[in-house]
């Protein structure tokens, strides 16, 4: 008999509610990894992508950019042409700066699993709603229990 109570008890209660716990929490667990593949296939084909986009742009940019400056340097002045040599690797490395701080800046934007962070987010706020309502139950027993003795 005392067996039948217990299983109907407050003991059967505590277990219901940390089955249901586990199974939440493994649930999200296995949905949020599986947001997390997605997302690391899509940036690792998109960081594929934009590597050879960039190194093909960069190579026919240096030959496009050598040809002009042979070309201005022979248009120019025997007298002048240290000058302009000077100025043109002036203006390049200004230019190259240029586009580093805004590669970097852009680098910095990037947001890695940003979905999977907000939905891992959204699961903690769940918990612990859930651990909370937990919390209230027991105290809402331990009241009752209280009552029953007095």
Do not use: C, H
Request: cysteine-free; overall charge neutral.
């Amino acid at each position: 008999m005392m067996i039948e109570q217990q299983s109907q008890g407050p003991g059967k209660g505590i277990f219901t509610i940390g089955q249901r716990i586990v199974t939440i929490v493994v649930s999200m667990v296995e949905t949020r990894l599986r947001l997390a593949v997605v997302e690391l296939e899509q940036e690792k084909s998109n960081i594929i992508q934009m590597l050879m986009m960039a190194g093909i742009t960069l190579l026919l940019a240096a030959f496009g950019l050598m040809s002009l400056l042979v070309l201005v340097i022979w248009a120019i002045d025997p007298q002048y042409r240290l000058t302009a040599i000077a100025t043109t690797t002036g203006v390049l490395f200004l230019l190259a700066i240029i586009g580093a701080v805004w590669t970097l800046g852009k680098a910095r934007k990037s947001t890695l699993l940003g979905s999977t962070r907000e939905e891992l987010q959204v699961d903690r706020n769940i918990l612990e709603k859930v651990q909370d309502e937990i919390a209230e139950e027991e105290k809402a027993r331990k009241r009752d229990k209280e009552r029953e003795n007095r």
